[in-house]
């Protein structure tokens, strides 16, 4: 029997909460169109969340940004995660306002598992979460929801800014490299699919290949065409899981010359063939 996607909403249905073993994304990549919270209540799982992977055992709090490609892998018999799962506009009004920097940093770290003393507040608000959802007759139910939603986003912020504060100051250099950086991802996560030269994006930004080459070697310990073509080789592998499109159709959507070049760059970095992969994925 093929298992539901647990964290997919609707226009009527603009948020959702539950328990899941999340079998649904069993090692196949997905792209989140709305956003979601997780929470891991046990067993353990390793997380891909667009280039960031980490481990997932109990109490490990995860962050699916709109947009961001999740995988999930090695999932132990006994994994359960609580969840939170809300559509783009609902995410998109509860974060109005809100620092563009703080979900760039969000980005480069969705996974953190949480101190003992927030494990307490976040079961809180998990189940706050799950009122809410269950009582459907509530007029104002996306209204709090989106309210509750806020409210743990400024948690996170408050949080981040305060052990920021405790850091020692950092040069105006490293912060104006860090800056670049972030941008730059944004702008991979954004163009990857049609746009794999590094110049493109050093254009964007007005800055030299190689100067952008050593913000990311020093900050992502990767070189920036290592960065660009590992986003394009998620999306492949998201679409030749989540879609029906030929090798050829791919090819075509994300800008290749042919089947046959992406291919060749598939196998290049994954030892296999599109068809090799999307078969043993099945």
């Known amino acids: 029997m093929v298992s539901r996607n647990p964290i997919m909403t609707t226009p009527e ?51 699916l940004l709109p947009g961001s490609v999740f995988l999930l892998a090695d999932r132990s018999a006994d ?13 998109s009004e509860a974060a109005f306002r809100l620092d563009p920097a703080f979900f760039a940093a969000l980005r480069e ?5 949480l101190h003992p003393r927030l494990v307490e507040g976040a079961s809180i608000w998990f189940q706050m979460a799950g009122y809410t959802y269950r009582d459907r007759d509530n007029m104002f139910r996306n209204t ?21 504060s405790r850091r020692q100051a950092v040069s105006e250099t490293t912060t104006r490299q860090t800056e670049l950086f ?52 998620l999306e492949i592998k998201m679409l030749l899981q989540s879609t029906d499109l030929s090798v050829q159709e791919i090819a075509y959507r994300l800008h290749f010359p042919d089947q046959s070049y992406l291919g060749r760059f598939f196998k290049k970095h994954t030892g296999e063939s599109p068809t090799e992969y999307r078969n043993t994925k099945k």
């Open 144 to 164: 709090i929801i989106r309210n509750r939603l806020q409210n743990v986003l400024l948690e996170a912020f408050d949080k981040m800014q305060r052990f920021g």
């Open 109 to 113: 770290q969705p996974i953190v598992r």
């Open 182 to 233: 972030h941008r730059f991802v944004s702008l991979v996560h954004e163009n990857c699919a049609h746009e794999r030269e590094v110049t493109f994006y050093a254009d964007r930004l007005c800055i030299s290949t190689r100067y952008l080459s050593t913000i990311v070697r020093s900050i992502a310990h990767t070189t920036a065409k290592e960065f660009i073509d590992r986003s394009v080789i």
């Open 79 to 91: 994994f359960r995660v609580t969840y939170c799962a809300f559509s783009l506009d609902l995410f």
């Open 13 to 63: 249905e603009q948020f959702t909460v539950g328990e899941s073993d999340f079998a649904f994304f069993g090692s196949c990549p997905y792209r989140i169109e709305g956003g979601a919270l997780l929470f891991c209540r046990g067993g353990s799982a390793v997380a891909t969340i667009d280039q960031y992977r980490g481990e997932v055992r109990a109490d490990t709090m995860l962050l």
